[in-house]
């Protein structure tokens, strides 16, 4: 395959290697990675934080929260355009550039408008990023390895995020170390990207599944694409800022934000293992109470204690695998030539749920109490669970042999990841 026109070095060469040792090239890539989620997890939570002692209010964090999402939302769809103009790795070195510039600016114009602004920059970056290294991964990926890759990369992208939130207790978040420090990451984060071994790829973008069309087939993964994105955006938006404006230390603040990161990792391949035999729709109507019922535990125990951290951990261990399982459930009523255009449309209806998520989050809980953060939570799980006991008295479940293989999907990954998903077994 030959470089992409415009990735020439300063002696005429391709910038990056021909292709060769794809083990070293995948794991360059990954943690390149694992650099930008650890910038992501520390400055997201380094924000929350600080928004409580600028006094924002709950309202306003909760737009300037949603402004990353909505940044994410339309990231995808610039990187492609950029791509396609100047190739691979200068979108990737001028998207880290301007990351890195927008992390450090936060602590500059300390302002909500700016920091809404700030979050969009930031979430269209970080979009653009991981579209790149994604179709990096989806060229180095055989139909053997899709699933391992994508495993891979979920547990890098989760990881990083979380080793990033316990960074918040290297600096005191009214200052700018910590600021510094995310900057720092995802300008590092080019090392290892730029001197991967390996040629930059053609960019394959799936063409989405109408939404129209996904209702009538599997309406299930749809909806719940859409609540998931609702409960993650506000979970991950102003769990920091919760955490902070209930009074907790920035170390009970980190451990209450990272809680749910571990238990995502933890739980997904005992939950997707456990959809590969069952159906699949009774795994989500599980996972879905476990995880209404584990946030709303959390109004009957001190925030921030052990017991809550406990909570956290099972919410993030059945929250974040609902996500997963909605793709799989897509896999199981599609046909492989529709699959990466669904996972694609369910990948743009979530990034949809995660804007209103912190939004409306944000808002209820200025309006009732800061105790909504919960009652988010739980209403979307709610919501799931009860469609799916509707689905089971007005549909059949598709027999556990005609299900596919679940595969873990990798937080707020990109349409672009939808290529690694392997195709059902039996279409």
């Known amino acids: 395959m030959r470089p992409e026109p415009g990735d020439e070095g300063l002696s005429g060469g391709p910038l990056i290697a021909p292709r060769g040792d794809s083990f070293g090239a ?7 990675v694992a650099l930008v989620m650890s910038c992501n997890g520390l400055l997201r939570v380094a924000l929350g934080v600080r928004a409580e002692l600028e006094d924002f209010g709950l309202a306003v964090t909760g737009v300037v929260m949603a402004g990353y999402f909505l940044g994410f939302l339309f ?25 890195s510039a927008a992390a450090i600016l936060h602590v500059v114009w300390i302002h909500p408008a700016s920091w809404t602004l700030l979050r969009f920059a930031y979430g269209l970056c970080l979009a653009g990023i991981l579209v790149t290294v994604e179709s ?82 599997v309406p299930l993964g749809l909806l ?20 902070a404006s209930e009074g907790l230390s920035n170390t009970r603040i980190s451990l209450f934000v990272v809680s749910s990161m571990v ?40 925030v921030g204690s052990a017991l809550s951290l406990l909570l956290m951990f099972v919410h993030g261990g059945s929250t974040f695998p609902l996500y997963s399982l909605a793709v799989a459930t897509t ?21 949809v749920g ?25 209403v979307c799980h709610a919501v799931i669970a009860l469609y799916v006991v509707y689905r089971m008295f007005t549909q059949p479940a598709p027999p556990v042999a005609e ?9 707020r990954a990109s349409a672009v990841a939808a290529n690694l998903l392997r195709r059902p077994r039996f279409r």
């Open 26 to 32: 995948v794991r360059s890539l990954l943690a390149g």
């Open 75 to 99: 990231g995808t769809k610039a990187a492609e355009h950029f791509i396609a103009s100047v190739g691979h790795i200068r979108v990737f070195a001028a998207l880290s550039s301007v990351g």
């Open 136 to 217: 990096w991964l989806n060229d180095m990926a055989t139909n053997a390895t899709r699933g391992r890759m994508l495993s891979r990369y979920m547990i890098v992208t989760m990881g990083g995020m979380g080793v990033g939130q316990l960074m918040l207790n290297l600096a005191d978040p009214g200052g700018f170390k910590l600021f510094v420090v995310s900057s720092a990451l995802i300008s590092f984060a080019l090392v290892p990207v730029a001197l991967s071994a390996s040629t930059a790829p053609p960019l394959v973008v799936p063409e989405p599944v109408s939404l129209r069309e996904l209702v009538k087939v």
């Open 224 to 243: 719940t694409a859409f609540w998931v994105g609702v409960s993650q955006g506000c979970l991950m938006g102003l769990g920091a800022f919760y955490a």
């Open 263 to 302: 238990g995502s990792v933890a739980f997904q391949w005992l939950v997707g293992s456990s959809s590969d035999r069952v159906p699949r729709r009774y795994v989500i109507l599980v996972v879905a109470i476990i995880a209404a019922g584990s946030a709303g535990l959390h109004l009957l125990v001190p």
């Open 331 to 351: 896999a199981d009523s599609v046909t492989p030539a529709q699959l990466t255009g669904a996972s694609a449309s369910l990948v743009r209806v979530s990034g």
């Open 354 to 378: 995660a804007v209103i998520g912190p939004t409306l989050g944000g808002f209820l809980m200025a309006a009732i109490a800061p105790w909504a953060y919960f009652g988010v939570l739980i």
């Open 403 to 411: 299900q596919g293989t679940f595969d873990p999907w990798p937080l």
